[in-house]
């Protein structure tokens, strides 16, 4: 039995029944599909808001990074408790948001990016404190061993040019002027040196205790046999002492110069990279994210426009169908009747075999019509009978 056929013996309120079904069940497809599409755009959008939570992150490690970099140079170089508490502050957060990044990252690569900026993090950390150290000593050198040495050196070869004057001794009076005055030059170059740190201050202020070293050297022989020579040896031993100091107090410098402009350059740019990477594939992320959202949305706007024409066109199938499957044997019943009512009883009936309310109707018109045929034979026979009498 064909589709057509079993449809056809349907009774009306299954027909009609099935038709909606068929209706709703287009529906539900279209809804299904929408609801599928909307969570494969949820799932885009949640995605897009973990990496750009991510991207926030990264650039969060960019910006205090850089400030806190920024407050160690000025640190190293002017020794400013401010810029020290700032430098701490600012390599604190960095490790923060580090740290959230390591937590927040899923995929492998970029999670090992991350932990590779903890680590050399650290390790920057780690020289800064050196840093911290160096300043410390520096200072501690400058304030309790060069500056009361150079006072002392001065003192000193005051008191060893005014005997020499009293004494009427010229020549070493004068020579040890000059060998003051080049203590002065000494102290002027150094003090330019701890506001410039230049290298070019650091070797006027080697030129300065060079020509101190040659006008010491030559008041020695002018006061060697003589009672000037202990308050002499004094002096020279406390110059000495003065320029040991300093040359300790660059070296520390040049050791800090070493940290802040190589082995940390370094790593701020290992951590430059590595954030370049993470910030570049999140970007990547972003970019097919943004277009499989639009993607789907298209998707999702053709497919609701397919599935609403498809329910158009199932609706006006299936109102064909039924009008079909009862409007035509209806009017085939109609019109036997009208014939039936003519007196016309050779007409075949149609519908007879359905099992629906047609099938009913033409069962009941056909017992009609045997019903007729009956009495019109029964009326022939009564009509024969009377003209046989």
């Known amino acids: 039995m064909s589709v057509v056929a079993l449809f056809s013996n349907l009774r009306v309120r299954t027909k009609i029944l099935v038709g909606f079904g068929l209706l709703l069940g287009t529906l539900a497809v279209s809804g299904g599909v929408g609801l599928y599409m909307l969570t494969q755009i949820d799932a885009a ?9 991510v991207a ?18 000025e640190y190293a170089r002017t020794g400013s408790p401010s810029a020290m508490e ?8 960095t490790k923060e948001a580090t740290d959230t990044a390591i937590a927040a990252l899923l995929v492998p690569e970029r999670r090992s990016k991350a932990k590779e900026i903890g680590t050399l993090l650290a390790s920057y950390s780690k020289h800064f404190v050196r840093i911290e150290e160096i300043v410390a000593q520096s200072r501690k050198l400058q304030h309790e061993v060069l500056d009361p040495t150079d006072s002392k050196a001065r003192n000193e070869l005051r008191a060893l040019g005014k005997i020499a004057e009293s004494e009427q001794n010229g020549a ?12 002065l030059e000494v102290r002027l170059n150094a003090n330019k040196w701890f506001g410039s740190r230049d290298e070019q201050q650091s070797q006027k202020t080697a030129d300065a205790f060079r020509t101190l070293n040659v006008s010491l050297a030559a008041i020695e022989p002018l006061v060697r046999d003589t009672d000037l020579k202990p ?14 100091t300093f040359k300790s107090i660059v070296a520390l410098n040049e050791e800090s110069d070493t940290l802040i402009d190589g082995t940390m350059v370094a790593q701020a740019e290992g951590i430059g990279r590595a954030l370049a990477y993470i910030r570049e594939n999140v970007a990547a992320d972003l970019v097919r994210a943004e277009q499989e959202i639009h993607s789907d ?3 999702n706007e053709y497919s609701n426009i397919l599935l609403g024409a498809a329910g158009l066109l199932l609706g006006c199938v299936f109102a064909w169908i039924v009008g079909g499957a009862i409007a035509g044997p209806i009017l085939g019943i109609a019109a036997a009747m009208r014939k039936l009512a003519d007196g016309d009883t050779g007409i075949a009936i149609p519908g007879i ?3 629906d309310e047609i099938g009913a109707m033409a069962a009941a018109l056909q017992v009609f019509k045997d019903n007729r045929i009956a009495a019109d034979r029964q009326a022939v026979e009564q009509a024969a009978e009377q003209q046989a009498k």
Not at 172 to 183: C, F, N, V, Y
Not at 231 to 244: F, L, T
């Open 231 to 244: 308050m002499y040896d004094a002096a020279a031993a406390s110059a000495d002492k003065y320029s040991q």
């Open 45 to 53: 959008n949640s995605f897009v808001q973990q990496r750009t939570q």
């Open 172 to 183: 070493a009076s004068m020579a040890i002027l000059r060998g003051t005055e080049a203590l």
């Open 353 to 355: 075999g359905r099992r």
């Open 56 to 73: 926030t992150i990264a650039n969060s490690i960019a910006l205090e990074f850089a400030l806190a970099r920024s407050q160690v140079r």
């Open 86 to 93: 700032q430098a701490k502050v600012g390599l604190g957060r």
């Open 297 to 299: 949305i298209e998707n």
